[in-house]
């Protein structure tokens, strides 16, 4: 499993004969948990639109989150462009 976090180094350096530091940090690990999580949302998006059952994900607040295909023909919508979700 890839760790993420942050890293840190200084070093002094000279600039025009005078002292001065540098400063380098980064992140690492993001592009594998990025990498992770689109793989993620593949096979859940594949899991959803492959039944053709009506799934709804509504929010606590009672919004449409996301609809799969099933949802769509059932209520005779041509497209997600066509339903409004949150």
Do not use: C, H
């Not at 980064?26 to 096979?43: D, F």
Request: no cysteine; proline share 2%; net charge negative.
């Amino acid at each position: 499993m890839a760790q993420s976090g942050m890293a840190m180094s200084a070093r002094f350096i000279e600039i025009g004969g005078k002292p001065a530091s540098s400063q380098q940090q980064g992140i690492y690990g993001t592009k594998e948990a990025e990498e992770s999580l689109m793989e993620s949302e593949q096979s859940f998006r594949g899991i959803l639109n492959s039944v053709s059952e009506s799934i709804y994900i509504v929010s606590a607040e009672g919004r449409f989150m996301d609809v799969n295909q099933g949802a769509l023909k059932m209520y005779g919508i041509p497209g997600k462009n066509n339903w409004t979700i949150d």
